[in-house]
């Protein structure tokens, strides 16, 4: 019970900085503002990387954890491939940043199966 208060805590704490940015008053954000919120996106990013991180007590919570993990991979990818897609025919520039995560995240699928691959 208390692993899906916090998912529901972590949705409804995105959904608030998202609604804040969203609102349209981000572009008259101060310093400060600027720095709050990016404090609380890196500790969402920290807190969402934590998820399901705990010690696996039988065999059913390793195959949801793989299962979940998987689904967060693909969710990723499809997104950063659609924003790419976006930026390249519509708005005719490339942000790098979504280049870059989309090379991350298959750069490390690659080398984490490679090293579990050739592990003894």
């Known amino acids: 019970m208390k692993i899906i208060i916090y998912y529901l805590l972590l949705l409804v704490f995105i959904a608030l900085i998202g609604g804040f940015l969203l609102s ?4 008259e954000m101060g310093m ?3 720095l709050g919120i990016s404090a609380g996106l890196i500790l969402y990013t920290v807190a969402v990387s934590l998820v399901g991180e705990k010690r696996a007590a039988d065999e059913r919570e ?4 793989n299962l979940s993990n998987r689904a967060g991979l693909i969710a990723g990818t499809i997104i950063f491939s659609i924003g790419l897609i976006y ?17 991350v995240i298959n ?4 080398v984490s199966l490679i090293y579990l691959n050739y592990k003894k």
């Open 24 to 27: 349209g008053s981000s572009s």
């Open 32 to 34: 400060a503002q600027m």
């Open 62 to 65: 390793v195959l949801h954890r």
């Open 87 to 103: 930026q390249l025919f519509v708005t005719h520039r490339l942000d790098y940043w979504l280049l870059t995560g989309l090379i």
């Open 107 to 110: 750069l490390a699928k690659i």
